[in-house]
């Protein structure tokens, strides 16, 4: 599978349009777990493995590839790490995480 770039066709854009780039990377199994975990600090391949529990290793070893690739995910002699555009990223959708607890807060309201 090809790391979505912008410009190029991606799942939902055939033009590559830049936000249908980003939602095809971080819709792929693992991508935001990945990033999300991340910002736990830098982890070696094993620890990161373990924080996100449930992953493949080689799921995870095509989400690394794909998330440097894009320039989201470096890599240090401590392992792993989000770069600055992914700290970017993930500052802009914490607002997101706090929007689903309040989501899901509500709908445990209404059962």
């Known amino acids: 599978m090809q790391t979505p770039k912008p410009g190029q066709p991606v799942r939902g854009s055939r033009t590559g349009k830049p936000i249908m780039a980003l939602f095809d ?4 199994s693992w991508a935001m777990g990945v990033l999300w975990n991340l910002a736990e600090g830098p982890a ?5 493995q373990e924080r996100c529990e449930t992953v493949s290793p080689s799921t995870l ?12 995910v470096g890599r240090t002699l ?11 990223l993930l500052a802009l959708l914490k607002p997101l995480a706090r929007w689903s607890r ?10």
């Open 25 to 28: 990377l971080l819709g792929r």
């Open 44 to 48: 070696t391949f094993r620890s990161l």
């Open 61 to 72: 070893n095509s989400r690394l590839k794909e998330l440097k690739e894009s320039g989201l």
């Open 78 to 88: 401590d392992g792993y790490i989000l770069t600055e555009s992914g700290r970017d």
């Open 102 to 111: 309040e989501w899901a807060e509500a709908l445990c309201r209404d059962d």
